[in-house]
C-alpha cells in the first residue's frame, strides 16, 4: 500500500478586530494558544465546506504579525491536504472564490472581521 502524500497551501489574512501584541509574536503565550485554537477551528469549519472538504487535513498556525494599521493582525497559517485521491485537483481560484463567498466577500470568520484586501491562497 502506498502511504497517502499531501499537499500544503497557504494562507494569509489580516484580522481588523483582532489588535496585534507582542503576546502574538510568541508560539508559547497563553494568548497566541488561545488564538491559534479559535483560528484553526474557524478555518477547518470553512474548508470543510468547500470543494476540497474530502482530503483537506488541516490548518496550522504559523504566525502573527503586526500588519499595516495598529488595530490589525496579520495571520499566516499553512493547511494540508491528501494528494493521493483523483478528486484532490486542488484550485486555489476555486478555493479562493468559496473562502470569499463564506466569508461575507472576506469580511467576516466566525468572530473576527476581516480586511477584504487580504486573503491571499497560495497553492
Known sequence: AVSPTTGQFLVNFT???LQY???LRNPYSAKFSAT???LTA???QLFKT???HSVYTGC???AFRPAQKIEDTGVDAVCTYKTDSAASQFDRVILYHEVSNRT???TNLGIYSLDQESLYING
Open 15 to 17: 484580522i481588523t478586530n
Open 21 to 23: 501584541s507582542s503576546h
Open 36 to 38: 491559534a485554537r479559535v
Open 42 to 44: 474557524l478555518l477547518d
Open 50 to 52: 468547500t470543494s476540497i
Open 60 to 62: 496550522r498556525m504559523m
Open 104 to 106: 461575507n466577500g472576506i
